[in-house]
């Protein structure tokens, strides 16, 4: 089936790669124009456009696909003249208007990392992380006007890990819901696949912000593990040291044996031989990783070896 393929991150680009191996014809990829990234905040492509170019496919970067602008303009014409049978969606990151949706015969397919009707929006795989699902997954559907509301072509499950991060999960979902948008693509194709509407109450995952990723030291420990690995990689949970400088948490868990463990209040900072322990509103986490002001993300027994003991004396995070 001929495609053009709409996505821009990396977790784009696993599902890019498992359409250009398979048997389907990819004409063009959609993706965002060159932003500045990394630390030098160099231009630079979408990981989507790089495999594009490293693989000769046509690349299409239009900055809005409004129908009353100059990019949007040139965009249709060239989709009309690439006659895409199906534009399978990943990521992409910009609202696909009305009138594009019916351009392909199969329309636009986006692969979403959820089970829909939950976590419909922008951060579906940390909002099941920080709610606590035991199980999500991923599924394709056909793209509406609605957030998230097409009916679903197909659907796999996936469970969450009691140590799972979003990256994690992200990265294992990513390369499970390739195998998905290539099956739905062959079903498309063959006329096997039948749309249905999505059944039960929605939920939503709105983007999460660097204010969202602040810890609330009173909650439970359990809901802190939580937040923190919904919120890694990006963007970090965190909290304010005593300077009210940003303590970036890469990684806690829930200790082990909790009588063991020393009590302290919410926020409080003990430090042994063996471990870091941050207080909650029940029992203390075990710090893993930190990052400190102006310094790189490390193994937090590391950062205790160069804490002063008379400075680890009434350490409060909050």
Known sequence: MRLVF????????????????????????????????????????????????????????PATLKADSEDGRAVRQRLEELAPECIPVVAYGQLIPEDLLHLAPHGWVNLHFSILPAWRGAAPVQSAILHGDDITGACTFRITQGLDTGPVLGTITQRIG??????????????????????????????????????????????ITTHDAKLDLQQPAMAIDRAIRAFTPAPGAWVLNEAEQRVKIGAARLAEDADAAPTLAPGAVAITKKAVFLGTGTTPLVVEKVQMPGKKMMEATAWARGVQAVDAEGMQWR
């Open 162 to 207: 009691a140590h799972d991060n979003a990256d994690e999960l992200l990265t294992t979902l990513a390369y499970a819901g390739s195998d998905l948008l290539v099956a739905t693509m062959d079903g498309l194709e063959a006329g096997a696949l039948e749309a249905r509407e999505q059944q039960g109450e929605p939920s939503y995952a709105p983007k």
């Open 6 to 61: 709409a996505g821009t991150p990396e977790p784009a680009v696993v599902a890019l790669t498992r359409l250009l191996d398979s048997e389907h014809e990819v004409l063009a990829v959609i993706t965002q124009p060159d932003a500045r990234r990394g630390r030098g905040k160099k231009l630079q492509p979408s990981p989507v456009a790089a495999l594009a170019a490293e693989r000769g496919i046509e690349i299409l970067t």
